[in-house]
Structures are given as C-alpha cells and as structure tokens.
C-alpha cells in the first residue's frame, strides 16, 4: 500500500484554488499557522478531513479508499483493490460498447434487407395485379 501525505496532497490543492493559507485556515477555522502544520501533516483527524474536503470541493478520502481491499463477488474468496475492480470494469464497459456497436450494425443490415423485401413484394403485387 502506497503511503499518502495527506497535508501536501491538501497544499497542492489549496494552491491550485488560488486561496493564500491564511484564507484556507479562515474558511475552516483555524489559524494560519494551523493551516501550514496541516500541510506538513502525513495523518488528519477524519472530523477535520471531511470539512478541509467540503470547503475544497475535494475528495481527499479518495485517496485512501483506492487502495482499500473490498469484497470480489458474494460467495468468492478473496478481495481486489478498488482500482483493480475500476479497470475491470471500464475493459468490460469497452467489450459491451463493441458488442453494441455490432448489432447495432447489424440491425441496420436487417432493416435494410427488410425494405428491400418489402419493395420487392410490392412490386410482384402490382405485376400480379396487371
């Protein structure tokens, strides 16, 4: 499991937002000097974590639930991290989108094919009818 830093993943993001620590440390009301220990932090309480993520827009818990092993399927042994099961299922979503483009081909074929028989058969009707 990779070790996250959680402070300088929050200083990277308060930069990007272009927020000086004085204004960050205002919005979740600590000092400024509060705000720079934050930054050097490896480990945040959960409590103070949630609000620094609300007052962000940032999911910092993400970062710690992509390494966190979850259960495969009911009744498998064994777990998968989350980001093992997410490239799963994006190859899977992709195989389905090839699979849907193909009938989706192949219906316009049918439709095609069946237009086509329609108009034949008018035409024998109204040969029929002469």
Do not use: C
Request: hydrophobic share 35%.
């Amino acid at each position: 499991m990779t070790k996250v830093y959680i402070g300088q993943k929050i200083k990277n993001v308060v930069e990007g937002s272009g927020l000086s620590a004085a204004d960050f440390a205002k919005k979740i009301n600590r000092s400024r000097d509060v705000a720079y220990k934050i930054f050097n932090k490896e480990n945040l309480d959960t409590g103070l974590l949630k609000k620094i993520s609300v007052v962000l827009e940032h999911d910092f818990f993400s970062y710690f639930s992509e390494e966190l092993p979850i259960v495969k399927e009911p009744g498998k042994v064994g777990y998968t991290k989350k980001a093992d099961l997410i490239t799963s299922l994006g190859e899977e979503i992709r195989s389905f989108k090839k699979k849907f483009a193909e009938m989706e081909e192949k219906y316009e074929t049918l439709q095609k094919l069946s237009k086509f028989q329609e108009e034949k058969i008018s035409r024998l009707e109204k040969k029929g009818k002469k």
